[in-house]
T-cell receptor, first 114, second 113 residues
């Protein structure tokens, strides 16, 4: 079946611009996670959704980062006023439910802020 | 922050040899998972071992877990060139209602023909 999809695959933007990253989870998966992978920090948790609510936003690095999920499906991660240190691969994952479930990852969005 | 530390950071072996990667973590966990990543993109789930399990097999993969030492190992037997990738362990502490994963630093495996 279809896996987790993310768009765009690559995004180049100028410092100060806003960007939106999209994640389509596996159909029927209620839990959705965003992670970031950068050279200096490795793989970091950003935020997770159970349905449309986000019980844990502890990983968001600043108030420039926000995410939403609508209809219990698609999620968008928005970065406002991008900075060069935001350059990274942004990975989305989904799981059938929260709690002891395997997470399935999308291919990621590679963001480069010039 | 990285909970897990993996060693070695890089490993180069010949095709047909076995590859062993180790992961250590700091806090109590519900389960530990191993993922593979090719070319810095999506992560592929390999195997999950629960905190009450000590060993698990899947094809050419063997994972062990020692919760007293807070460590795990991944053994790939009879390696193939296609196994060349980065391998990450990830721990699931199931805090606050969600099982966010905390990843290790990764081991870069290169399997040469």
């Amino acid at each position: 079946g279809a896996g987790v999809s993310q768009s765009p695959s690559n995004k180049v933007t100028e410092k100060g611009k806003d960007v939106e990253l999209r994640c389509d989870p596996i159909s029927g998966h209620t839990a959705l996670y965003w992670y970031r992978q950068s050279l200096g920090q490795g793989l970091e948790f950003l935020i997770y959704f159970q349905g449309n609510s986000a019980p844990d936003k502890s990983g968001l690095p600043s108030d420039r980062f926000s995410a939403e999920r609508t209809g219990g499906s698609v999620s968008t991660l928005t970065i406002q006023r991008t900075q060069q240190e935001d350059s990274a691969v942004y990975l989305c994952a989904s799981s059938l439910a929260t709690g002891r479930e395997t997470q399935y990852f999308g291919p990621g969005t590679r963001l480069l802020v010039l | 922050s990285q909970q897990g530390e993996e060693d070695p950071q890089a490993l180069s072996i010949q095709e047909g040899e076995n590859a062993t990667m180790n992961c250590s973590y700091k806090t109590s966990i519900n389960n530990l998972q191993w993922y593979r990543q090719n070319s810095g993109r999506g992560l592929v789930h390999l195997i999950l071992i629960r905190s009450n399990e000590r060993e698990k097999h899947s094809g050419r993969l063997r994972v062990t877990l020692d919760t007293s030492k807070k460590s795990s190992s991944l053994l790939i037997t009879a390696s193939r060139a296609a196994d060349t990738a980065s391998y990450f362990c990830a721990t699931d502490a199931f805090a606050g209602g969600g099982n966010k994963l905390t990843f290790g630093t990764g081991t870069q495996l290169k399997v040469e023909l």
